[in-house]
């Protein structure tokens, strides 16, 4: 939708007639209409850790970003940008504007617990071990989401690159409790093995959600 924006500019008429007319200045207002427009997709919920893009493409005019609070690594490429979350961070504001407009949104921490599982969540959710923590589901689920958008974004092309990639990913989330973590891993492997995705990056959002699910009944 156009934004229209008001000035206000001052207006002399003369009341009356020859030299006796009266000056009367008054306000009126002079509109424009702006051409510029933004629209822009983004994620409401994310999770520490997680690489975050957000897509302002199908806007109009040149844009100028801003967040806050600032994360580490920040990037802008055309009318796109991406960041990772900071662990310790519950809310970022974006601000995108052009020089007539400006749009502001905010990303808040959490998860979408209104999660429909299909057959092979069920199965993974099966191997999830018992003793499990809501930080560990937490960390894990956003883990394989990593993974999955660093593929979209063709940064990991080979399966290869994506199993190391992974490997070190969730082994870094778990951290101490990678041990109890192990059986449920080797089961994924075994089933990417068996059976090899042809998108790692929907069957990884799959994993995760299972994950996410899980997390809402834990």
Known sequence: MNRIKKASTVVAVVVGCGLLGTLISFSMSDYW??????????????????????????????????????????RTY????????????????????????????????GYDHDITINEFQTEVISWIPVGHTKLELMKLAQSFRSIARIIDIEILTEDDQIIDATAWLTSDALGPALEKWKPFLNQLQARFEASPPTDIAVTWREVARALEAQDGAA
């Not at 994310?46 to 600032?70: N, V």
């Not at 940008?81 to 921490?109: E, G, P």
């Open 33 to 74: 209409v702006s051409e510029d427009k933004i629209t822009v997709t983004a994620p409401q919920l994310f999770q520490p850790g997680q690489l975050i893009e957000i897509d302002a493409s199908r806007s109009t005019g040149t844009l100028t970003w801003a967040i806050s609070p600032l994360p580490d690594a920040f």
């Open 78 to 109: 055309g009318k796109k940008a991406c960041f990772v979350t900071d662990r310790d961070i519950k809310q970022y504001t974006i601000i995108i504007s052009t020089d007539k407009i400006k749009k502001v949104i905010t990303i808040n921490l």
